[in-house]
């Protein structure tokens, strides 16, 4: 009926193991504790499932245990409802899980207010004073119904209302499950009532814009001055993300002899590996870092300082300069320069090599960076040609409507040496020699002769 898990390295933490009414494996943790007492509970616990199971008193020994157990274990059994809770025992409320969970997770400030943000909707939707063990999958669901509709400001009651972005959405239910799924694995409820509510998908295209490069260059024609310049050709031309891993970028990281640019990120430098990327240092960037470096002060590291000023609204000047350009502002005004950074790479090289420069997965380069342009469908259609990145141009043609030569001594259209690759207009970088083979006749693959 019931069994004992164990965990730890040593396997000190013991856990009883055993599947409820409807086949579902449930678990109560017990810490570290001998074997012979994770042995006694584990045969009262499964007296009590039998008990619930049919209905029936509980036999006697499982009685004596639960009389025995302090009121923190006795907890986790009721949360189980193999029991009734204790009188005068503390009921754990919503407000003491949002809480614990607030202190125990160790993440970066711009998270933590993100996750503060879905606290405070989970306690003015369900109560702060509702009992853990109270909160259903209706709650659950009706809960997220609520943040996806429209709210109205309430300092401005002539403001339209607004929804949040799908996106959003998403998110803030990823979070609030992560937050129920610690309450089981801290024993204060025996189920997660968010565990099957849906998600969706965090990406949102309806934000997705692609800057031009024609664009870009009116808006840095009427940039300010230097560090402006750099802001605006750092997202664009190398895909850092404004202003976390611009700010972070010093002279140092400039390696101006072959081309590249160390960049740390702070957004993913918990992860194993990607503290720290190289990117490339493309043609239209070169220029604009060296002039701030020719006039850069003596001593001074940053390649942008005017970002480590707190008071800076980086946004609003940005849309004044936009709007000098005669140029039409664009959701997402950062994200989306370093996504049309990695839509114009993606089609030059591949897609790891992109993902590497990005500092993320080729997956969520797709989910969330590259975009499906017009010149995409005149090129595959053949009724077009695509500039992607101003610099280069591509035409697609449909061989069936060119005139075949009148006669043999026709002129024939001169092709390519296939051998030598086509300059790559946007690439900063010194490349590693690559050597062209044939393919022998007999192919690749091993003979079976």
Not at 196 to 220: K, M, W
Not at 292 to 318: K, Y
Request: proline residues 7%.
């Amino acid at each position: 009926m019931a069994s004992i898990g164990y965990e730890g390295e040593r396997d000190e933490l013991k856990r009883i193991l055993y599947r409820d009414a409807k086949g579902k494996q449930q678990t109560l943790r017990l810490g570290e504790c001998p074997k012979s007492v994770a042995e006694t509970a584990r045969v009262a616990i499964g007296h009590l499932v039998i008990a619930k199971r049919h209905g029936s008193v509980p036999h006697a020994d499982a009685v004596r245990w639960l009389g025995g157990i302090d009121d923190a274990l006795y907890s986790r059994v009721a949360a189980l409802g193999l029991c009734q809770p204790r009188e005068g025992a503390a009921v754990v409320t919503l407000a003491n899980l949002l809480d614990r969970f607030d202190a125990a997770v160790a993440v970066k400030p711009t998270t933590q207010y993100k996750y503060r943000q879905v606290a405070d909707s989970l306690r003015a939707f369900l109560g702060a004073d509702a009992p853990l063990a109270s909160i259903t999958p209706a709650h659950a669901d009706n809960w997220r119904k609520s943040i996806a509709e429209a709210k109205a400001n309430p300092d401005d009651k002539a403001e339209p209302a607004k929804t949040l972005a799908r996106a959003t959405v998403a998110k803030r239910v990823v979070i609030a499950k992560s937050v129920f799924r610690k309450a089981v694995r801290w024993g204060l409820i025996a189920s997660n009532p968010f565990a099957d509510l849906r998600a969706g998908s965090q990406s949102n295209p309806d934000r997705a814009f692609y800057v031009t490069v024609e664009s870009v260059r009116a808006i840095l024609a009427v940039c300010p001055d230097d560090q402006w310049r750099a802001i605006v050709a750092l997202s664009r031309f190398a895909g850092l993300r404004c202003p976390s891993e611009i700010v972070a970028l010093r002279w140092g990281d400039v390696n101006w002899e072959r081309g590249r640019l160390m960049v740390r990120s702070v957004k993913t430098e918990g992860h194993e590996g990607h503290a720290v990327r190289v990117v490339p240092i493309a043609p239209e960037l070169r220029p604009i870092l060296q002039d701030l470096f020719d006039r850069a002060e003596v001593g001074v590291e940053a390649v942008v300082p005017r970002l480590r000023d707190p008071a800076m609204n980086l946004r609003t000047q940005f849309e004044r300069i936009i709007a000098k350009a005669g140029v039409k502002p664009w959701p997402r005004l950062f994200h989306n320069m370093r996504a049309s950074c990695a839509t114009d790479w993606v089609e030059r090289f591949p897609a790891h090599v992109v993902a590497g420069w990005l500092g993320h997965s080729p997956m969520i380069a797709a989910q969330h960076y590259l975009q499906t342009r017009d010149a995409h469908f005149d090129l595959a259609a053949g009724v077009g040609e695509m500039a992607g990145d101003g610099c280069q141009k591509a035409t697609a043609t449909n061989p069936a409507t060119h005139t075949r030569p009148s006669g043999p001594t026709a002129s024939k259209p001169k092709t390519q040496n296939p051998e030598i690759p086509a300059e790559m207009v946007g690439c900063g970088v010194g490349c590693d020699p690559v050597e062209y083979g044939k393919v022998p006749p007999e192919g690749l693959e091993p003979s079976t002769r």
